[in-house]
Nanobody
Framework: QVQLVESGGGLVQAGGSLRLSCAAS????????MGWFRRAPGKEREFVAA????????SYADFVKGRFIISRDNAKNTVYLQMNSLKPEDTAVYYC?????????????????WGQGTQVTVSS
């Protein structure tokens, strides 16, 4: 079993920054791709970013390109999402997940373990 715990969410003004962390326990996630998703109120869950097991490849949703950066520290079994230039429309619960397919994917079906999420609220 793998437990994923997100942290770092909170309330921030538009234009501000937050750094989310996803700490894994139970088993290492260093051999797996990892992803971040989000769900805004009244909307479907959507892909935000993903990173390969080595950290050498990343993928981003168009709406966060140039603003968010995904990274990982395999020695700490932790994945990060640095969020800059935040907008009110970034308000959502952010979830991290472990990839199950060995490849980066934007599909939620490609992830097998999920965290409980951390709330990010961006005020205008």
């Amino acid at each position: 079993q793998v437990q994923l715990v997100e942290s770092g969410g909170g309330l921030v003004q538009a234009g501000g920054s937050l750094r989310l962390s996803c700490a894994a326990s139970g088993r290492t996630v260093s051999s797996y791709p990892m992803g971040w998703f989000r769900r805004a109120p009244g909307k479907e869950r959507e892909f935000v970013a993903a990173i390969s097991s080595s950290g050498g490849r990343t993928s981003y949703a168009d709406f966060v390109k140039g603003r968010f950066i995904i990274s990982r520290d395999n020695a700490k079994n932790t994945v990060y999402l640095q969020m800059n230039s935040l907008k009110p429309e970034d308000t959502a619960v952010y979830y991290c997940a472990r990839g199950a397919l060995g490849l980066i994917t934007s599909s939620a079906r490609g992830y097998d373990y999920w965290g409980q999420g951390t709330q990010v609220t961006v005020s205008s």
